[in-house]
Nanobody, 121 residues
Framework: QVQLVESGGGLVQAGGSLRLSCAASGRTFTQYAVAWFRQAPGKEREFITAITSRTYYTDPVKGRFTISRDNAKNRVYLQMNSLRPEDTAVYYC????WGTGSNYQRDYRYWGQGTQVTVSS
């Protein structure tokens, strides 16, 4: 069993930056693919990035967001730069043992509770 806890969300002005953290407990994180999804008000949850031995990004965040991991700390980070109002959402991390970095929610067994990111214009 893996427990995931996100942190680092908040309110930021457009053009600003935030770094989200996903902390894992219960298992060594090394063998897990970890992804970030987000859900804006009134919209479906969407994939934005994942990390295995490689990284994967959806087009709207390429060049602005960076996913990284610190296996020694059992953490995955999401550095978000040049934030836009349309990035406002609840951000979730998700993990799957031996995952492929899939962009489908159904491919991730473990989920955090989410952290709110609000970008003001």
């Amino acid at each position: 069993q893996v427990q995931l806890v996100e942190s680092g969300g908040g309110l930021v002005q457009a053009g600003g930056s935030l770094r989200l953290s996903c902390a894992a407990s219960g298992r060594t994180f090394t063998q897990y693919a970890v992804a970030w999804f987000r859900q804006a008000p009134g919209k479906e949850r969407e994939f934005i990035t994942a990390i295995t031995s490689r990284t994967y990004y959806t087009d709207p965040v390429k060049g602005r967001f960076t996913i990284s991991r610190d296996n020694a700390k059992n953490r995955v980070y999401l550095q978000m730069n040049s934030l836009r109002p349309e990035d406002t959402a609840v951000y979730y991390c998700a993990a799957q043992l031996w995952g492929t970095g899939s962009n489908y929610q159904r491919d991730y067994r473990y989920w955090g509770q989410g952290t709110q990111v609000t970008v003001s214009s």
